[in-house]
């Protein structure tokens, strides 16, 4: 034992001694008998000094556990959002039952966290690869998260229309070879309506600038010149261009375009193109394989021949399918004689005194082109272009002068692409009498200013292929303009109130589906949406448990899709679609819910370890008590086995209720949590008799280990129990919420709040107790009265606005205690008036930015005077170490810039601050921020929270100044 220090208790032992025994020396060197009496009296007296101290703490403690039974325990586990992954590759879902357990890595080797998940989930392998926000009302499309981006970190607002406007209205009209050939463009679409006065209102609607006419190369549409109606007609000008073919319904097509602005009501039962084009000379003239003068050319040669063929080619006109054209040319004859040859002969003496014998002279034939034949190359060798015999005639000296040839370009003439000569017209020469006999004089075809001109005024033209594409929506439309059908060609086929569309790239049915949305909803204001999934018969209802409240807070929703979900093209997205629906009123929705991530095969998981024991009752005259395997028990449930009433075999498990010892109480047992105990009264199980034979009491508990488990992101890896087609598993998000249970300080607090208060609040001090009683880490309330949590004027309601000590890491934080507070002020008798209602919500946080220049003398400084800069703004801002003082701020208190200003000034006097600017976000917009601002925010719940702040640092160097 060691030496007391209190010397005067040692003296007076001493002292009384001598008086008895004055032999004792009481030396410490060298002790004798007195020594010991002296060390042991001193420790006597100094035990029981002790013992009688910690009487009034005793008593203390004995009297806060006479509250035990009145007050809760803040948090019940830690808990966190776990994320299974299937094997890659897997088409079929794979079920997560509730309670699977997983262990969390620690640095602790002999500790073993367990996690349970809260609800069971499908897991599946169906990435989110698209997001897309569209408003019919509006008209607007919108993509919120495009194809390639990571749903896990992709940020965007949800619902959000203020981004680029995707949403359009088509009317294509496709030719496949109209406009082959061609330089420019003058062209006339002819309308028909049920009326000729609807026909010309369109040609009005068409030019009214709503509609933008061109034609479409890739996704670019190249405009037209001028567009101007003509009575129920567009005329459309396009000046040296060529048309470029555009791949649409299968095949290689020139595209007429006609894009609609905005929506216009226009209904229209035909459309028609027609287009002409005059004095056009011949691009070739081949005669028997030789090329002419397109100016001036015998068309058969001179001499003629039998057969010979004037080969013409003119591809814009021979290109014109179904045109009307006028060949015109001056044709004139050249003579070109054929005589008989001269023989020389010897002369007869015998007879040169006989009168001389005049030889004979045949008479000299005249040789014209008697049957000359227009033919075509069409798609099966050369035919007959007119039938007319005249036509052919039309070379036999029966004509001179200018003229005139037309003809309808026939259908099957073939391309220019794909003919393998030179040319698809020719005159080919059949028949000219007398061509061989001599002498012979040939009136020779000499044609002059050979001219093509073609029309299709007479048959204008139905597209060979036309259709609508209205917001991505492709409707074929060819047939029903061929059969003069109405046909509307712009309209919207969105929901009329604005809605979300996810897209996933497999399907992800399963029962159910878990998406978690990690959100930020600054106002509080949730969003009143439905579910529906793209099923064959359309888009169809979802049944869904929807965690996040409306969007107000970062949760998973729970959706059963049904294995017929399909895939779909929206948006020129070829996925499997599932769309949320808002509801609310868009001049009252205010601020949209940033989401920023969307995780799948997401589920609540919980510190839980859940245990059933089974025990055997020996004497059951005395009062029992079962000691678990566990401690710190989060709940428990106790069932005997009881003997009355069952049957002969077999067990009669009844579940018996927590409560108090006393008379009459029924079946009742004590329960100590942290202790892991559970009682019986003495006796009772000779008022409820047990079975003989088997196990008396069965407890299926769960425990948790409290601060313990709020381990990090990532430390969930390992599943207790694996799960066939489970890969892997993670925690995305740090568990919180764990909680070691009350100490003797927190307990005296609670307590004694508890008997000020006595159930009823008055002031914010009150609330704040109350509120503290049921949910750790609490730091800032505010009660308001008479107005709802956006400020606005609610004669029934208290709002009080809760802020959480982990108020950064998301709103699941607050959305995870919000009940229990709630739970617990309508529990609480006289909180609430008669009629009044309860709001609780986080304050409104507004986030300030500042942006701010310094002068700085030394460029070796600069960068640590810029990092001081910031730390200090963020540090000044901070709503809960904020402040002068480092206090925080209260709800409803925001800062000035010339607090800042004197804030830096105190903790960095050599800082020059030359410029400031202060920015503050209310909802989706930001204002720039003066003191007179803060005058207009109507909310009594405003907080400021930091947003980005930007340091500038100006260096003077030599009297110049650099940035």
């Not at 499309?141 to 607002?157: D, S």
């Not at 261009?241 to 319904?249: A, C, F, H, I, S």
């Not at 013409?312 to 004139?332: K, P, Q, Y």
């Not at 209720?657 to 559970?678: S, V």
Request: with cysteine.
């Amino acid at each position: 034992m060691k030496y007391s220090e209190d010397r005067s208790l040692e003296e007076k032992l001493r002292e009384l001694a001598a008086s008895y025994t004055p032999e004792w020396r009481f030396s410490a060197d060298d002790p004798d008998p007195g020594s010991v009496v002296e060390l042991l009296c001193c420790g006597m007296i100094e035990e029981s000094q002790k013992r009688f101290g910690r009487i009034l703490h005793k008593h203390k403690v004995q009297y806060l556990n006479l509250f035990d039974r009145l007050k809760e325990e803040p948090v019940e586990a830690a808990r966190t959002y776990v994320k299974f992954y299937p094997v890659a590759g897997l088409d079929e879902p794979v079920y997560i039952p509730k309670g699977t357990q997983m262990l969390a890595e620690t640095g602790d080797s002999d500790q073993r966290i367990i996690f349970e998940t809260v609800y069971g989930i499908t897991a599946t392998n169906a990435e989110l690869e698209a997001v897309y926000a569209t408003d019919g009302a509006s008209d607007r499309i919108v993509a919120l998260m495009a194809r390639g981006q990571n749903a896990e970190t992709a940020r965007f607002t949800a619902f959000d229309l203020t981004a680029e406007n995707r949403s359009e209205h088509l009317l294509l009209l496709g030719y496949d070879r109209l406009f082959d050939g061609l330089g420019a463009l003058d062209l006339t679409l002819r309308l028909s309506a049920l009326t000729p006065e609807g026909a010309e209102q369109a040609a009005a609607t068409l030019c009214s600038g709503a509609v933008r006419f061109g034609l479409l190369q890739g996704e670019e549409i190249e405009p037209f010149d001028s567009v101007a109606p003509e009575g129920g007609s567009v005329r459309l000008v396009k000046h040296s261009y060529t048309p470029v073919k555009t791949e649409l319904g299968g095949a290689e097509r020139y595209l007429l375009a006609a894009r609609a602005e905005q929506l216009c009501d226009l209904e229209i039962t035909g459309i028609e193109l027609s287009f002409g084009r005059s004095d056009i000379p011949a691009d070739e003239i081949f005669c028997n394989g030789v090329l002419q003068n397109t100016e001036h050319f015998l068309p058969f040669g001179r001499p003629m021949e039998i057969y010979a063929e004037c080969g013409i080619e003119c591809r814009e006109v021979l290109a014109r399918r179904g045109a009307r054209v006028e060949m015109s040319f001056d044709l004139d004859f050249e003579e070109f004689e054929q005589l008989l040859p001269e023989y020389e002969t010897d002369e007869e003496y015998k007879v040169i005194m006989k009168r001389p014998r005049t030889p004979p002279h045949p008479a000299m034939m005249e040789v014209k082109p008697d049957y000359v034949l227009l033919e075509y190359y069409g798609q099966n060798g050369w035919r007959r272009l007119l039938r007319e015999e005249h036509a052919a005639l039309l070379f036999n000296g029966s004509a001179e002068g200018s003229l005139r040839i037309s003809f309808t370009v026939p259908n099957d003439m073939a391309g220019a692409e794909d003919f393998p000569g030179d040319y698809r017209l020719r005159l080919r020469l059949l028949r000219a009498d007398s061509l061989y006999q001599l002498p012979a004089r040939q009136f020779c075809p000499v044609i002059d200013r050979l001219r093509f001109s073609y029309s299709y005024g007479a048959a204008p033209q139905l597209p060979d292929y036309a259709c609508t594409r209205n917001n991505f929506e492709v409707r074929d439309v060819t047939a029903l303009l061929h059969r003069r059908r109405v046909v509307r060609p712009f309209y919207n086929s969105e929901l009329e109130k604005p809605a979300m569309y996810l897209g996933f790239g497999q399907a992800p049915w399963g029962t159910p589906v878990s998406l978690y949305f990690d959100i930020e909803n600054n106002e509080d204001r949730p969003v009143d949406f439905t579910a529906e999934y793209l099923s064959p018969e359309g888009f169809a209802p979802l049944k869904v448990v929807d965690n996040t409240a409306g969007m107000l807070y970062s949760e998973t929703m729970l959706a059963v899709i049904p294995k017929d979900i399909r895939r779909g093209s929206l948006f020129g997205q070829d996925l499997y679609w599932v769309r949320l629906i808002n509801h609310n009123d868009p001049a009252e929705q205010g601020s949209l819910p940033v989401i920023r991530g969307i995780h799948r095969n997401m589920a609540q998981a919980r510190n839980l370890c859940t245990r059933v024991e089974t025990f055997y009752v020996d004497d059951i005259d005395t009062a029992v008590t079962l000691q678990l395997a566990e401690r710190n028990i989060l709940h428990a449930a106790v069932w005997i086995n009881e003997r009355d009433g069952d049957p002969p075999e077999g067990e009669n498990w009844v579940r018996w209720q927590r409560g108090a010892f006393a008379a009459g109480r029924g079946r009742a047992y004590r329960f100590d949590p942290a202790a892991g105990q559970i009682g019986f009264e003495k006796n009772i199980f000779s008022t409820f008799p047990l079975r003989d034979g088997g196990p008396a009491v069965k407890v299926e508990y769960q425990s948790y280990q409290g601060a313990d488990a709020n381990v990090p992101a990532g430390s969930i890896r390992t599943l207790n129990r694996s799960i066939r087609y489970v890969s892997r598993v993670e925690n995305p998000i740090a568990a919180y919420g764990g909680y070691d249970g009350y100490n003797e300080r927190t307990s005296a607090a609670v307590i004694s709040n508890m008997l000020r208060t006595r159930g009823r609040a008055v002031s914010r001090d009150d609330y704040f107790d109350l509120i503290a009683q049921v949910s750790y880490g609490v730091r800032r309330i505010k009660c308001c009265t008479g107005v709802d949590q956006y400020g606005a004027p609610q004669e029934d309601a208290i709002t009080i606005a809760v802020l959480i000590e982990e108020y950064e890491k998301g709103s699941h934080i607050f959305s995870a205690v919000k009940e229990q507070i709630r739970e617990k002020l309508l529990g609480s008798s006289g909180v609430l008036p008669l009629g009044k209602s309860l709001i609780l919500a986080q304050p409104y946080f507004v986030r300030l930015s500042v942006r701010l220049w310094l002068e700085c003398g030394r460029m070796e400084h600069a960068y640590d005077l810029q990092k001081e800069i910031a730390g200090l703004i963020a540090t000044f801002i901070d709503p809960l170490e904020g402040g002068f003082e480092g206090r925080g701020w209260e709800i409803g208190e925001l800062p000035t810039m010339q607090q800042i200003l004197a804030f830096l000034k105190i903790r960095s006097p050599e800082a020059v601050v030359t410029r400031t600017v202060l920015t503050a976000q209310f909802g989706r917009n930001e204002y720039a921020v003066n003191d007179d601002i803060y005058r207009h925010i109507r909310n009594p719940f405003a907080m400021a929270v930091n947003g980005e702040h930007t340091v500038y640092v100006d260096l003077a160097l030599d009297g110049r100044r650099a940035t």
